[in-house]
């Protein structure tokens, strides 16, 4: 169990922003302008390039963003970027790290001010993004995610987006999590900071962050199979840590 220290003085966070990205010409300028309008005036905006092959790392670089590049070419890596973040900012003394999907059409410096607030203001150890979404999107979170933390992890199961890229945690806390040998490299990872910081006692609030509109939809809108990739790596996700918090029996409360 942890032992929560919260921030004595609220008016002067330091917070980082990160974007893990890959191929997200179309909206990583506006997503790092947006950024640097927040209330908390980021410190530092980052993103973590997967080796895109488009012109998204010119176009950080020229919104003002640290460019860093995925340490190994894999695909999806995207819980290694989120571990290369983590380790980036820890090196630069920030309090807070807000992580954010790359892709979203629609995103204004309010998510970052809703998400930091509160964190700071409620004194949660996390804080996580929901929205409103079209009813044909997150497949993967209706049919597998949920679904399956309603069976191993109930006590997480009321969570709206147990999937959200919209994350902001306590550099410590993130710290902890990451010091964890099974921190995943791709898709599961939104999924296992969830569940574990749950298991470790964080305090973990769900904020309204209002509608989101991403292109990643695009691909997918017309045939969700080309999500069966991430599917598996959630369940998966999702398998493994019921087995490593000796959860397996509580599938048997599940009719059939």
């Given amino acids: 169990m942890v032992t929560h220290m919260y921030f004595q003085d609220k008016s002067d966070v330091r917070v980082s922003v990160f974007f893990p990205a890959k191929n997200e010409q179309g909206t990583i300028e506006n997503a790092i302008l947006n950024a640097k309008e927040s209330i908390y005036r980021p410190s530092s905006i980052v993103v973590i390039d997967a080796y895109s092959t488009d012109n998204t790392v010119e176009l950080a670089k020229k919104a003002g963003a640290i460019v ?43 998510w970052i001010d809703k998400l930091v607030s509160a964190l700071v203001e409620g004194n949660y150890d996390m804080t996580r993004g929901f929205y409103q979404r079209q009813s044909r999107d997150a497949a993967v979170t209706k049919l597998i995610a949920r679904p399956m933390l309603n069976i191993f992890f109930p006590e997480v199961s009321h969570f709206e987006q147990p999937l959200s890229g919209e994350v902001c945690a306590r550099t410590d806390t993130w ?33 309204f962050l209002g509608s989101k509109e991403h292109t990643s939809f695009e691909d997918y809108k017309e045939d969700v199979s080309k999500l069966s990739k991430m599917a598996e790596q959630v369940e998966i996700t999702i398998i493994r840590e019921a087995i490593k918090h000796n959860r397996l029996d509580f599938q048997t409360s599940v009719p059939v």
């Fill in 175 to 207: 710290q902890r999590l990451i010091d964890e040998q099974d921190c995943p490299d791709g898709w599961g990872i939104d999924i296992w900071f969830l569940i574990e910081a749950a298991m470790f006692g964080y305090n973990i609030k769900e904020v």
């Fill in 68 to 110: 860093i590049e995925q340490p190994k070419p894999i695909f999806p890596g995207k819980g290694l970027a989120m571990k290369t973040g983590i380790r980036e900012c820890i090196s630069r003394s920030c309090d807070v790290i807000v992580f954010l999907d790359a892709d979203i059409k629609n995103l204004t410096s309010t």
